[in-house]
T-cell receptor
């Protein structure tokens, strides 16, 4: 059981380049989300999805795009990278609002993708 | 404004020296309060969920408690392997799908 898998683990971009961070989960979770983590600021929500075909904005969505065509995958696209997007990005998934007994509200996180924009 | 703060920012303890970490929150309707542990270079790992004031949860040397405005993570007789960053997060009834994280407390346990 792989859980939440993120690729790549490390990436260096030049200002203005675009790229996609990949996220896949194999737990049949309804809910998936992307966070960025910066020193002293904690994890901040970028975008989230409550199911295939449904996405919404979090606290810091500008400069990022998402789509959810399948339950398993939730890619994050940087349209035109800027130095302010240098950060560690985490994908997380959960059972969402399901009434399942095992639903503690726990978010399952990937290992992170460290992005540097020069 | 919904927000979560944590104190202290960093804490150094001698092995066996018990202490507490604080998480204060301001949200318009608490759905649940979560504690996570994060090791360097890794994603956060779930520890506890607390739903209502007065609730307590325990796991090995860790005990989490909840009041109407804050939560405490008590660490009893810590060991070096407890060294990590501890994150507090809240889920809100008003925005069911959003979870807000605090900045974390970096704990170092010295042998």
């Amino acid at each position: 059981n792989a859980g939440v898998t993120q690729t790549p683990k490390f990436q260096v971009l030049k200002t203005g380049q675009s790229m996609t961070l990949q996220c896949a989960q194999d737990m049949n979770h309804e809910y998936m989300s992307w966070y960025r983590q910066d020193p002293g600021m904690g994890l901040r929500l970028i975008h989230y999805s409550v199911g295939a075909g449904i996405t919404d904005q979090g606290e810091v969505p500008n400069g990022y795009n998402v789509s959810r065509s399948t339950t398993e995958d939730f890619p994050l696209r940087l349209l035109s990278a800027a130095p302010s997007q240098t950060s560690v990005y985490f994908c997380a998934s959960s059972y969402g609002t399901s009434g399942r007994a095992e639903n503690t509200g726990e978010l399952f996180f990937g290992e992170g993708s460290r992005l540097t924009v020069l | 404004e919904d927000q979560v703060t944590q104190s202290p920012e960093a804490l150094r303890l001698q092995e066996g020296e018990s202490s507490s970490l604080n998480c204060s929150y301001t949200v318009s309707g608490l759905r649940g309060l979560f504690w996570y542990r994060q090791d360097p270079g890794k994603g956060p790992e779930f520890l506890f969920t607390l739903y209502s004031a007065g609730e307590e949860k325990e796991k090995e040397r860790l005990k989490a408690t909840l009041t109407k405005k804050e939560s405490f993570l008590h660490i009893t007789a810590p060991k070096p392997e407890d060294s990590a960053t501890y994150l507090c997060a809240v889920g809100m009834k008003t925005s069911y799908d959003k979870v807000i994280f605090g900045p974390g407390t970096s704990l170092s346990v010295i042998p």
